[in-house]
Nanobody, 123 residues
C-alpha cells in the first residue's frame, strides 16, 4: 500500500487542522492505520491508530480529547482531526499502515509509510 499525507500547515495555538492520508494499492480495510510525529533530532512518536474496520482507536495521552482519528474505507482515506492545538504539537506528521488486526504504537510494526506533512503551531 502506498500512502500520501497532506493537510499540514501553520496554525495558531488553540486552532485546528485536519490531516488526510490517501492510500493506494492493497486492501485498505485490512490494515491498521496510524499517525506518528517527529521533531528534529527525535524518533517518531506514536500519536493515534485505528483498526481496519474503524471501530477501535487508540491515542497517546497528550492528545486524548483533542485529536480524533477516523477512516473511510470506501475512499481509502484516513484522517486526523486536530483541535485545540498547542505549540508542543509542532512536528512532521506521518501516516503509516500495518498488516494484521492489532493496534500498535510501535513504529517497528508498521510496514508502510507516507511522506510527512509539517504541522507548526505558533502565534
Amino acid at each position: 500500500v502506498q500512502l500520501q499525507a497532506s493537510g499540514g500547515g501553520l496554525v495558531q495555538p488553540g486552532g485546528s487542522l485536519r490531516l488526510s492520508c490517501a492510500a493506494s494499492r492493497g486492501t485498505f480495510g485490512s490494515y491498521v492505520l496510524g499517525w506518528f510525529r517527529q521533531t528534529p533530532g527525535k524518533e517518531h512518536d506514536f500519536v493515534a491508530a485505528i483498526s481496519g474496520n474503524g471501530a477501535i482507536s487508540s491515542y497517546i495521552d497528550s492528545v486524548k480529547g483533542r485529536f480524533t482519528i477516523s477512516k473511510d474505507n470506501a475512499k481509502s482515506m484516513v484522517y486526523l482531526q486536530m483541535n485545540s492545538l498547542k505549540p508542543e504539537d509542532t512536528a512532521v506528521y506521518y501516516c503509516a499502515a500495518k498488516s494484521g488486526w492489532g493496534l500498535s504504537g510501535l513504529k517497528s510494526e508498521y510496514d508502510y509509510w507516507g511522506q510527512g506533512t509539517q504541522v507548526t503551531v505558533s502565534s
